[in-house]
């Protein structure tokens, strides 16, 4: 693939308009979203004048899509429509671009090529969709009757059970939520939470049976099951929910900004149904977050540490996301636990960094997520945990990467667990 190291603005725009080819701009075939020679860019600024003049393109939702937004660098999906816009933007920001990835679509056929391949039997070398994850989710109950236990945290908007596991091997258990794949694009977050909770009833390695059978876990591999189903069957880059708005022709909610807390205080999610971190209406608007806030406030004495599985940017990110004025009162031990998790991540062959603090604090304030609910509803060990990679392949993580990043969440558990333990985080309520 193309990439060019730290523009030279002219001559990295001469080279990806030199590589573009046939169709421009997202069309339909297949009825599915394409992305030809869409470009994702790194851009990094100084200062929050620059900032403000590359985010106004933001606002231009057809052609440009923010995919990271941090105190350094943004990273910038462009249209190949758009490029000379971007252009003109990055000389009046007087910022650098170095681009990430020449042609999205490209990567996205690759990832559907390789999906192509199936197998007969649920493995870890492709990413699955919704039916294949149910499938193998009722085989696991099948073959662990005794230790799991399946269960529904309500519908979807377009009707869907949102499934969920529990395993549990003995009574009086600590126990540790898992949400994942919240966000619909992130399908690295599924892929790991099947591998984890097939881990977890399988290996026969010391530390992983002492986390699987002292622990009780709630699992849900895939929460927004519409738009994940709707990233498998149109657009692999859809985020939110599927519920139409009332008040645009734009759909869906960023479910990650809809729960009851901080709901959009401080500029942590958008008013704007078109933008990708909309808040919704109203908190709870969405079937799917009212459904969890339901489930998790049902069983929150029962659990100790809360973890929401996200990607990409590896970053552990504690309560509250709304703000750095006002940290939670255990703040410092839930660094002391992010950092047991990023050390240990570390100190893996991968050399994997993950950094930690409030969403707030080191990117932008995020109002409105789950772990900020279950913190709020008196789980105190509470996360975001951003998964790989830094931009390099960002939302679209080839397959050859899901063991890897799979193995190293593991270890990273293994380490928060034990260090929550030494905290006095896991004592029955
Ligand atoms: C643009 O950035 C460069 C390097 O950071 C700096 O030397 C220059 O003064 C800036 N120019 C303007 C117009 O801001
Ligand atoms: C897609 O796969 C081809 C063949 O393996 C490779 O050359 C190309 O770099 C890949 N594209 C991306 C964007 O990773
Ligand atoms: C992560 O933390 C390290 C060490 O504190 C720092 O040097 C680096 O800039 C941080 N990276 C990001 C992306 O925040
Ligand atoms: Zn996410």
Known sequence: MQFCV??????????????????????????????DNYAVYKINYDNSIQRQLLLQLVKRHESFSLWHDSPTE???????????EFERNLIRANATAEIFLA????????????????????????????????????????????????????KSY??????????????????????????????????????????LLSSTDDLIRDLAENHDWYIVPVLNVDGFVYTHEKDRLWRKTRQPSSISSCVGVDPNRNYDVHWMENGGASDDPCALDYAGPHPFSEPEIKAMSEYLGSIKDKVNVFLA??????????????TAEKFPDNFDDMMKVAKAYADAVGAMPYGTIYNYSSAADILYPASGATNDWAYQEGIRISYTVEFR???????????????????????????LIDECKKLGYLNLK
């Not at 989710?137 to 099948?142: F, N, S, V």
């Not at 898992?178 to 984890?196: G, K, L, M």
């Not at 931009?391 to 558990?413: H, Q, T």
Request: glycine letters at 6%; proline letters at 4%.
């Open 74 to 84: 943004i990273h910038l999906m462009v249209s190949p429509l758009a490029l000379s």
């Open 309 to 322: 599985f996200h990607s990409y940017a590896q970053l552990l990110l504690s309560p509250y996301g709304h």
């Open 158 to 199: 377009e009707g869907r059970n949102i499934r969920g596991i529990k395993i549990s091997y003995k009574a009086d258990n600590p126990g540790v939520f898992i949400e994942s794949n919240i966000h619909a694009r992130e399908w690295i977050t599924s892929a790991t939470a099947t591998w984890f909770i097939n881990e």
């Open 6 to 35: 730290l523009i030279t603005l002219l001559t990295c725009f001469a080279f990806s308009r030199g590589a573009s080819v046939a169709q421009e701009g997202i069309e339909k075939q297949d009825e599915r979203v394409r992305y």
């Open 389 to 415: 990679d830094r931009g390099r392949f960002a939302f679209v993580l080839p397959p050859a990467f899901i063991i890897p990043n799979a193995e190293e969440v593991l270890i990273g558990i293994i380490a």
């Open 103 to 154: 042609n999205v679509q490209n990567l996205i056929d690759n990832e559907t090529e390789a999906n192509a391949k199936a197998t007969s039997s649920f493995g870890w070398t492709r990413y699955h969709n919704l039916a294949e994850i149910e499938a193998w989710l009722d085989d696991i109950l099948a073959t662990y009757p005794d230790v799991t236990e399946g269960f529904v945290v309500g």
